[in-house]
């Protein structure tokens, strides 16, 4: 009886105070600094007068700069790990026997779990002025001389692609498993092609798998600090490595809070323009998709 | 002839799609090659007996001599242990009555946490680590709070947030997929709340809690950036050590130290595998588990 009277929640309020203490103050605190001032050179912060200016110093060319190679890198980089994981989680999903599936998945966790840091100085050694991939391109004739790669945006994109390729490949996986062959079967028996199959029945249903995916690898890809550090250079800056340098090298944390709060916004109002804009593509499609519907029923 | 035309007309037939599946295997194949090449790299190089990382010299164990032979690379991997096996202890603790508390107590405030829990896995990890830094040193200097300066609880501290949130999840869709009626027995046969929670509620989420918990262990030995930020000298973890050099150089010792850690995370991921498959998940279920 006593049960009844205790709140639901009692026994997610550790972890519900854990994240708020740990989590959302720290965000707001971060919130609060990015309308104070930097005083002087041995302080950090100062809120006494509270103001936009913050922001109104973030905004600057070089700021500008980086944060449009930040938005290039996120969307290409995105858009390459759909393109490249699409085949492969299809072919997981459909075309291995069953038996497999599970090593398969078990082969791709391997880089996922590997490391962050790890992996990207893997790229950095792959992709060394004289390393193998130069001697092998040299030797196929597809360059002369040197391959100057690293440290370019070119480097980046091709690190996160890598960096962020299983966070699209499991979940497209999981959403392909789950449109079954008979499905497939089904429209074929329909009369409908390879492609149309693809296009109205396994697409749309792999629907949810691929918006999670997407923002998946989106979402960090943009706040990416470790790629662009290991393999960027002065040319691949990406937004990240500005705020960083805010609070690490520069200890200005107005300043770093007013460009990590830009970031924030930078990524959502992204992220929903993005979702904006393929929604009003799609339309149409739906319509004519809910039309077919009301005639047959 | 008529035989042979009789098998080779429906392979006429099945040509195109052939090519397709040809071409998806050869797609996946170069996936897999692109997906481990710098892993390969990594474990070729830590045999590597030059000077530098990068310039491969000749074939030799110095790497791996070096590692155990310097103190700061060791401490480094014994502070990175503690600071993991604490934060997993911690975000067990918290993840398991939470994952109970949404899979058993629903309601309104479900939503609200599940918010909560979702802003913290998406919040980009940078976005953590310039957060945590001003509010650690706010409680450790400003409020006086002693502890907030240990390096090992701020490492905790950084790291415990996202496994929190994992293993919530898992343990919640463990419970989820399990429906009350033991739960209801045991209280119909007077046992106390607190009774059932231990002897039928844990029992059954212990699967869950067991991957959660080795999960929470592996996140912890990886955490690079926000431990980057939060990390007090003294207390530098292994991720933390490799990134400085990366600034100051990178030596053959690091992928060997990098090796040493990929086995150990592979021992722990692989050890979940086996606790989940034993609970009954399907390979596509164990996915989702391990992609959070």
């Given at each position: 009886m006593s049960r009844l009277r205790l709140p639901r929640p009692i026994l997610a309020f550790p972890a519900i105070g854990w994240l708020l203490i740990f989590f959302v103050a720290p965000v707001l605190l971060v919130l609060w600094f990015s309308f104070g001032y930097k005083?002087?050179?041995?302080?950090?912060?100062?809120?006494?007068?509270?103001?936009?200016?913050?922001?109104?110093?973030?905004?600057?060319?070089?700021?500008?700069?980086t944060f449009w190679n930040t938005l290039w890198v996120g969307v290409a980089g995105t858009l390459l790990c759909l393109i490249i994981a699409f085949p492969v989680a299809y072919w997981m999903a459909?075309?291995?026997?069953?038996?497999?599936?599970?090593?398969?998945?078990?082969?791709?966790?391997?880089?996922?779990?590997?490391?962050?840091?790890?992996?990207?100085?893997?790229?950095?050694?792959?992709?060394?002025?004289?390393?193998?991939?130069?001697?092998?391109?040299?030797?196929?004739?597809?360059?002369?001389?040197?391959?100057?790669?690293?440290?370019?945006?070119?480097a980046v994109?091709?690190?996160?692609?890598?960096?962020?390729?299983?966070?699209?490949?499991?979940?497209?996986?999981?959403?392909?498993?789950?449109?079954?062959?008979d499905m497939r079967e089904a429209s074929k028996d329909l009369g409908a092609g390879r492609i149309a199959t693809l296009l109205r029945v396994t697409i749309p249903l792999a629907m949810p798998g691929i918006i999670v995916g997407t923002l998946l690898v989106y979402i960090p890809l943009m706040g990416d600090y470790?790629?662009?550090?290991?393999?960027?250079?002065?040319?691949?800056?990406?937004?990240?490595?500005?705020?960083?340098?805010?609070?690490?090298?520069?200890?200005?944390?107005?300043?770093?809070?007013?460009?990590?709060?830009?970031?924030?916004?930078?990524?959502?109002?992204?992220?929903?323009?993005?979702?904006?804009?393929?929604?009003?593509?799609?339309?149409?499609?739906?319509?004519?998709?809910?039309?077919?519907?009301?005639?047959?029923? | 002839m008529t035989s042979s035309g009789a098998i080779a007309a429906p392979r006429k037939n099945r040509k195109p799609l052939n090519l397709v599946e040809a071409g998806l295997g050869v797609w996946g194949v170069i996936v897999f090659i692109f997906l481990f090449a710098p892993i390969v790299v990594i474990f070729i190089y830590s045999f590597n007996s030059g000077r530098l990382l990068t310039s491969w010299d000749g074939f030799g164990f110095q790497g791996y001599e070096a590692m155990i032979a310097k103190p700061a690379v060791t401490s480094s991997v014994w502070v990175s242990l503690r600071a993991g096996v604490l934060s997993s202890v911690l975000a067990t603790l918290l993840g398991t009555l939470a994952g109970v508390a949404m899979a058993r107590r629903p309601g309104k405030w479900v939503i609200w946490f599940s918010a909560l829990l979702l802003f913290v896995a998406i919040t980009p990890?940078?976005?953590?680590?310039?957060?945590?830094?001003?509010?650690?040193?706010?409680?450790?200097?400003?409020?006086?709070?002693?502890?907030?300066?240990?390096?090992?609880?701020?490492?905790?501290?950084?790291?415990?947030?996202?496994?929190?949130?994992?293993?919530?999840?898992?343990?919640?869709?463990?419970l989820v997929g399990l429906n009350?009626?033991?739960?209801?027995?045991?209280?119909?046969?007077?046992?106390?709340?607190?009774?059932?929670?231990?002897?039928?509620?844990?029992?059954?989420?212990?699967?869950?809690v067991l991957a959660g918990a080795l999960l929470s262990f592996t996140l912890g030995l990886d955490n690079t950036i926000v431990a980057s930020f939060v990390q007090v000298s003294g207390t530098t973890p292994w991720p933390v050590y490799v990134l400085s050099a990366v600034r100051s150089g990178l030596r053959p010792?690091?992928?060997?130290?990098?090796?040493?850690?990929?086995?150990?995370?592979?021992?722990?991921?692989?050890?979940?595998?086996?606790?989940?498959?034993?609970?009954?998940?399907?390979?596509?279920?164990?996915?989702?588990?391990?992609?959070?």
């Open positions: 005083p002087g050179v041995f302080q950090t912060h100062a809120n006494d007068k509270l103001s936009f200016d913050r922001y109104a110093e973030a905004l600057n060319p070089t700021f500008f700069t459909a075309k291995i026997p069953s038996r497999y599936r599970g090593l398969l998945i078990a082969l791709v966790m391997v880089p996922y779990w590997t490391n962050f840091l790890v992996r990207t100085i893997g790229w950095q050694i792959i992709l060394a002025p004289h390393g193998w991939l130069s001697a092998a391109l040299n030797w196929l004739g597809l360059i002369d001389g040197s391959l100057d790669i690293l440290y370019t945006r070119s994109l091709l690190g996160v692609v890598y960096n962020y390729l299983p966070l699209m490949i499991l979940p497209l996986y999981v959403a392909f498993d789950r449109v079954s062959q470790i790629t662009a550090t290991v393999l960027g250079g002065a040319k691949g800056n990406m937004a990240g490595v500005l705020v960083a340098s805010q609070f690490q090298t520069a200890q200005n944390w107005a300043l770093g809070s007013a460009m990590a709060v830009l970031l924030i916004l930078l990524i959502l109002v992204s992220a929903a323009l993005a979702g904006l804009i393929i929604w009003l593509l799609l339309l149409p499609f739906n319509r004519s998709r809910r039309l077919v519907i009301g005639v047959a029923k | 990890e940078i976005v953590d680590a310039v957060s945590l830094l001003p509010w650690l040193v706010f409680l450790g200097q400003d409020l006086g709070l002693g502890i907030f300066n240990d390096g090992i609880v701020r490492l905790v501290v950084g790291q415990s947030l996202f496994s929190t949130a994992v293993v919530t999840y898992i343990v919640r869709s463990r009350e009626n033991l739960e209801e027995a045991s209280a119909d046969l007077y046992a106390s709340p607190t009774k059932t929670f231990w002897k039928i509620t844990l029992p059954l989420a212990m699967p869950a010792d690091i992928a060997s130290m990098s090796v040493v850690m990929l086995v150990l995370t592979l021992g722990a991921i692989g050890l979940v595998v086996v606790v989940l498959k034993k609970a009954g998940d399907s390979a596509t279920q164990i996915a989702r588990t391990l992609a959070g």
